[in-house]
């Protein structure tokens, strides 16, 4: 018999109070079930986290109220989980393949052929072995400040913190379970490795950024998602009426929870606007962009896994990474990323260096980081793929004020998981959790790297001078 383990969630009292999901359970339910059962698979399958604690602190403040009702069930034999509640056994099912992380079961996924090679991490001097204390008692007690919980305040859950200076780890911790072997969910960080590959797409002239998407669903002479290029999506400005909000009516929450293709579904979302118009951040803009990098790559999900491998994350000297793709082969690069604290950090480094790996070789085009970490659209507080400092919103002049610097940008994903990158400083924090609204434990990173900046200094600002911007539109 396989051994199961069972998250019991209150489902009998929760059930008396909402008996119209007894008799119809609705999209509601069925997008928090997907939500539970691919969340507690990945978190358990790749990363060894008890799923008890996955489900408590990572699905249960996604799902508020509807996480009493239900049953999750790992089976640890199977490598799957199913999540039911009450009556209805099969809400929602995930199964893990290795190398590829969970899917969820849905109409339409096609199987996946397990990959279990191993990927040691480069012996490189980045790091020691063992884990860095920080040797400087301000960094030491600002790490303290981003960990510390406290009563009246919204939890943190601060998993990993990794600072690296002048190209090696000068600090970092974890939290109890996690450790710097431990690979830590992506979310919206994943959004940043996408800008990675259509950056070496760029670099090797298989792709311009000017160029217009070409969907196959937008091929009408009529359709005015014909003039939507990879910039604009890039820079979430496609003008898709695919709204991203914590609704499970939202599109990209039916994208990713509802179908197997998510690209396809992104693609016959209609258009609300002309592009380049408005900025509205959306998790499906990404995904086209994800089959784009499968369709130039070639070779199924497979072959995505190669280039990946031989083209970012062996040259940056990074260990395994898990990347999740959906039911139809298409990387999720919006959102499912799986690697060390450590292996974040080093794929932050490559956009301190401008692209350039540490054997000096160029991996993405000249002037593509600093064309990413533009802001653009109507003064936006994002580049394309990068949350940025140097725009005129109130949110980057906040983070301004506070310490990080206006050359400063970010990798970004919802409960708290960033990669911070200060270019003037030499500098790149890692900083990973399940952290709760509305601020998601920001103010204490930002404390931590005004902290980190004053005991590392060893220039002054006025020293740096900022790389110039290039024109990138045709680079290649």
């Known amino acids: 018999m396989a051994k199961k383990i069972y998250i019991a969630a209150g489902v009998a009292l929760a059930l008396s109070a909402t008996a119209w999901h007894i008799v119809r359970p609705g999209q509601v339910m069925r997008i928090a ?48 989980v199913d999540v039911s509640s009450g009556p209805f056994t099969a809400l929602a099912h995930a199964d893990f393949t290795p190398g590829y992380g969970c899917r969820l079961s849905l109409p339409g996924t096609r199987p996946l052929v397990a990959d279990t090679a191993t990927h040691p991490q480069a012996n490189d001097g980045f790091a020691p072995a063992g884990a860095v204390t920080a040797a400087q008692p301000a960094i030491a007690a600002a790490i303290d400040r981003v960990f510390t919980e406290s009563p009246d305040q919204p939890v943190k859950h601060v998993k990993a913190v990794v600072i690296v200076k002048d190209g090696h780890v000068i600090a970092e911790r974890y939290a109890p379970g996690f450790d710097l072997h431990t690979p830590l969910l ?94 509205e951040y959306t998790s499906a803009d990404t995904v086209l962009l994800s089959r784009l990098v499968g369709e130039k790559v070639g070779g199924g999900p497979a072959g995505l896994r190669a280039f990946a491998r031989r083209e970012v994350f062996d040259r940056l000297g990074m260990g395994d990474v898990t990347m999740e793709f959906d039911g139809q082969g298409t990387f999720v690069g ?97 900083r990973f959790g399940y952290s709760a609204p509305p601020d998601y ?18 220039v002054k600002p006025s020293q740096v001078s900022p790389s110039p911007v290039r024109n990138i539109m045709r680079a290649s």
């Open 33 to 80: 079930a997907g939500v539970a059962a691919h969340h507690v698979c990945s978190m358990t399958f790749i990363s060894g986290q008890d799923p008890k604690q996955t489900y408590d602190q990572l699905v249960a403040p996604v799902l508020g109220g509807f996480s009493r009702l239900f049953e999750v069930h790992v089976d640890r034999a199977t490598h799957s």
């Open 334 to 430: 919006s959102t499912y990323v799986y690697t060390t604290a450590r292996d974040y950090a080093r794929f932050g480094m490559l956009y301190l260096r401008d692209g350039i790996a540490p054997d000096g070789q160029r991996l993405l085009p000249e002037g593509w980081v600093d064309w990413s970490r533009r802001s653009t659209v109507g003064g936006s507080p994002y580049g394309a793929g990068f949350w940025t400092n140097d725009g005129p919103s109130k949110p980057a002049r906040w983070r301004v004020e506070a310490g990080f610097p206006k050359d400063g940008f970010y990798a970004s994903g919802t409960m708290g998981q960033r990669i911070y990158v200060v270019p003037s400083e030499k500098l790149v924090i890692v």
């Open 186 to 279: 992506s979310f919206s960080v994943a959004k940043s490795f996408t800008n990675a590959f259509l950056g070496v797409l760029s670099r090797e002239g298989r792709i311009r950024v000017d160029q217009p998407l070409g969907a196959p669903e937008w091929q009408a002479a009529d359709d005015p998602r014909r003039a939507i290029t990879v910039e604009n999506l890039m820079r979430m400005s496609s003008g898709l009426d695919a709204e991203e909000a914590e609704s499970a009516f939202s599109p990209v929450a039916r994208m990713e929870f509802f179908h197997a293709d998510m690209a396809g579904f992104a693609a016959r979302q209609p258009a609300k606007e002309a592009p380049g118009r408005t900025f």
């Open 441 to 458: 434990g920001i103010e204490d990173d930002l404390a931590l790297i005004k902290a980190t900046i004053a005991a590392t200094r060893t």
